[in-house]
Structures are given as C-alpha cells and as structure tokens.
C-alpha cells in the first residue's frame, strides 16, 4: 500500500517555541492531507484538511494561528505548532489520499508525530 | 452529522477465541465504513472497508466485518484471536462525496483489544 512518512517522530520543546511537523506521501501525489490529534486512550481528532496550493480547511474549535498548516506540493504537507504550551502536547498524525478523482480508497496514515511540550 | 459509536472501551479475549469488536454509526447516505488497528505510538494501519457489494468484507491479518443496514453496525471478528491481535481498533465512517473534501472520516471512540494468552 501506499507510505505517509512523519517526521519526526518525536519532539520535544520548551514552552513558548514553534514546533513543525512534516507529512509526506512517498510513492503517490495527494492533493488532501487531513491532520488529526489523539490524546491519551482517546479517538483522533480531526483539526485541519490541507490542500495542495490552497488554504487548509479548519475544524471548529481549531485556532488557525496556533496550528500553523502548509501543503506547498503534491507530496508534502507540514503543521507547525506556533508557541507551544504544554496543553499542546499530543499526538499528531497525518494521513492522506493518492490524487486522481475521489475514488472509494482508504487513507494513508503516517505513524504519528508525538509531540512534548515543557 | 456523521457519527461512529464503539460501545465497548475494552474487549479481552482468550487466545484462539473469537473476537468480535462492535460499531454502530449514523451516515446521511450509503456509507463507506473503515476499520484501522492502531499500536502503541504508532499511527493508524488499514485493515479492511466496505464500499458496496458483498456485506462480509474481509481483511488483512484475518479480520472480516459485516455490513449491516438495517442495524447501521459494522462489527470486526477474526474467528481465532492471537496475542499480536492486542491494540486499539478504531471504526471510522464518511459518506460518499464528490469533492476531495469529502473523505473526511469520523473515527469511533476507539476498543482497546486485549488477547490473553
């Protein structure tokens, strides 16, 4: 199947500095990327659908400022957390869908990016 | 409003039984219904969907689900569970659109599995 690469992996920061997050697709081109956050023993959140060339597309509740989201090519989308706080800490992880109509297929998702905020 | 319920936060499972992970959901529409297992600080891995056709969708690793309309359910099973089955499932829907945007999924709450040996 197809790869989503994170990276990285894992990050840790003081509170108050900007953090990115990239998301790539490795072997197709994906004109959508979705960002989703997971706390602890819970569902993954969806915060921001990334188009490719375009604005990203923010849930509800989402600060657009805060969690920053480029999709500046076919392959690659990146979040940056602007000014971390240690609320911000999570896990985040990307996922995408090959380009090329909508189609029925499944997304890909990246293995997660879990992000520690001192 | 898409919505996916997993009413069950734990199943634990006795190796070489089977095991059954419920999920319900409400969808405007015909759904697409996904299951993804998910280990420990590792993202999500596909396991198998129902689009349309057959309602016994079979997967990867020995997982089928069943497609059921008229109770909106979507259970996984594999009828002999193994201790490497041990993670968290998650049920997710989205309805059919045209758009790109529309492959928006909605994740259920998410059932831990725990296969004892």
């Known amino acids: 199947g197809a790869v989503v690469s994170q990276h990285p992996s894992r990050v840790i920061c003081k509170s108050g500095t900007s953090v990115k997050i990239e998301c790539r697709s490795l072997?197709?081109?994906?004109?959508?990327m979705f960002w989703y956050r997971q706390f602890p023993k819970q569902s993954l959140m969806l915060m921001a659908t990334?188009?490719?060339?375009?604005?990203?597309?923010?849930e509800q509740g989402v600060e657009k400022d805060k969690f920053l989201i480029n999709h500046a090519s076919l392959t690659l989308s990146t979040l940056t957390v602007t000014s971390a706080h240690p609320e911000d800490s999570s896990f985040y992880i990307c996922?995408?869908?090959?380009?090329?109509?909508?189609?029925?297929?499944?997304?890909?998702f990246g293995e997660g990016s879990r992000l520690t905020v001192l | 409003a898409q919505s996916v319920a997993q009413p069950e936060d734990q199943v634990n499972v006795a190796e070489g039984n089977p095991l059954t992970v419920k999920c319900t959901y409400s969808v405007s529409g015909n759904p697409y219904l996904f299951w993804y297992v998910q280990y420990p600080n590792r993202g999500l891995q596909f396991l198998l969907k129902y689009i349309t056709g057959d309602n016994l969708v079979k997967g990867s690793y020995g997982f089928e689900a069943e497609f059921n309309k008229s109770q909106t359910s979507f259970h996984l099973k594999k009828p002999s569970a193994l201790v490497s089955d041990s993670a968290l499932y998650f049920c997710?829907?989205?309805?059919?659109?045209?758009?790109?945007?529309?492959?928006?999924?909605?994740f259920g709450g998410g059932t831990r599995v725990l296969v004892k040996p």
């Open positions: 996922s995408a869908r090959a380009s090329g109509g909508v189609g029925t297929g499944e997304l890909f």
């Open positions: 072997d197709f081109q994906a004109t959508t």
């Open positions: 990334s188009n490719e060339g375009s604005k990203a597309t923010y």
């Open positions: 997710a829907v989205r309805a059919p659109q045209r758009k790109a945007a529309g492959n928006k999924l909605t």
